[in-house]
């Protein structure tokens, strides 16, 4: 028997995947005028459950926000939890998309439709798991005072060029560091250090507020600080976090090799526990299904 189509909810109806269309008049398809979130649920003893979803939503409504759209917070929570429901995920990367649609070609989002989609997929790693390893860009991540960050879908063309350049160079991943030599951010990730035993955060303010490395924050305790690349190629430790990414050990940067990355793998295990909800005292930032 064929697999059920996988639905995937459109402006409050859920529908096959397959019957849905978007205009080529779509203000976002030419503007980059949306934001999206990246979201994710696992399979814990107690039935399927998302991780930190209101701290997702909350992130999204502020990039809607600042786009001048109007966004139920109530509305998408009840859309994300119903997608997986219905295409009876378990583990699944969550997409919610709110975007403007078709009309003129003006800038003004003004008289353009808003739409909202939520899409359920079995779930990816971006960083396959394996230990990534890591070129530095020559690009620079979009400035904070230029285009917040948030996860406005135009901002990704940054990230995109940034990758591009990575694999081009036979990297996996990216890092972004400034002008001033301060290290921002990978193209879909944050990034922590470890050195003498001691986690640091990367602080930069034209990072994305990762829900991840706030999450790695309150579990270890880690300074959060501005960190240099010079720093961060003298670490002990280096690793990546995301909600694809999980906590993603960094086995090279340009030519600067890590070890085996014991304190990183320990954190990871500890993540993997936390998001499957085997720790009670993180069972709160679960949402059941
Ligand atoms: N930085 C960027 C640019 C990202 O796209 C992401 C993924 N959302 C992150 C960092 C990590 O954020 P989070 O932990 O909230 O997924």
Redesign the pocket.
């Known amino acids: 028997e064929a697999a059920p189509t996988p639905k995937l909810w459109f402006d409050g109806v859920l529908a096959d995947v397959d019957t849905l269309q978007a205009d080529l008049t779509t203000h976002a398809m030419h503007y980059g005028s949306g934001v999206f979130e990246?979201i994710r649920a696992y399979a814990t003893a107690e039935g399927a459950a998302v991780f930190r979803l209101p701290e997702h939503m909350e992130r999204m409504r502020r990039g809607a926000e600042l786009l001048g759209m109007a966004f139920d917070v109530d509305e998408v929570t009840e859309a994300v939890l119903a997608t997986l429901r219905a295409n009876g995920h378990r583990d699944a990367y969550i997409r919610p998309l709110a975007w403007f649609g078709a009309g003129g070609f003006g800038l003004d989002v003004e008289g353009h439709p808003q739409h909202v989609m939520v899409s359920t997929t079995a779930t990816r790693v971006h960083l396959s798991g394996a230990r990534a390893t890591v070129g530095v860009s020559s690009w620079r991540r979009n400035p904070a005072d230029s285009l917040p960050p948030l996860?406005l879908c135009g901002a990704y063309v940054n990230?995109i060029l940034a990758k591009r350049e990575g694999k081009a160079r036979g990297y996996d991943e990216a890092l972004f560091v400034d002008h001033d030599g301060f290290v921002v951010?990978?193209?879909?990730?944050?990034v922590f250090l470890v050195k003498s035993g001691r986690v640091t955060a990367v602080e930069h303010r034209d990072?994305?507020p990762?829900?991840?490395?706030d999450t790695l924050i309150a579990l270890t305790g880690a300074e959060t600080r501005a960190v240099t690349l010079d720093e961060l190629l003298d670490a002990d430790e280096v690793f990546a976090?995301?909600?694809?990414a999980e906590v993603a050990p960094i086995a090279r940067i340009e030519d600067r090799g890590y070890g085996d990355n014991p304190v990183s793998r320990e954190l990871a295990t500890l993540y993997a526990r936390v998001i499957r909800g085997q720790e009670p005292a993180y069972r709160h930032w679960l949402t059941e299904i």
């Open positions: 990246g996860k990230s951010e990978c193209t879909g990730a944050n990072a994305l990762g829900i991840t490395r976090c995301g909600t694809a």
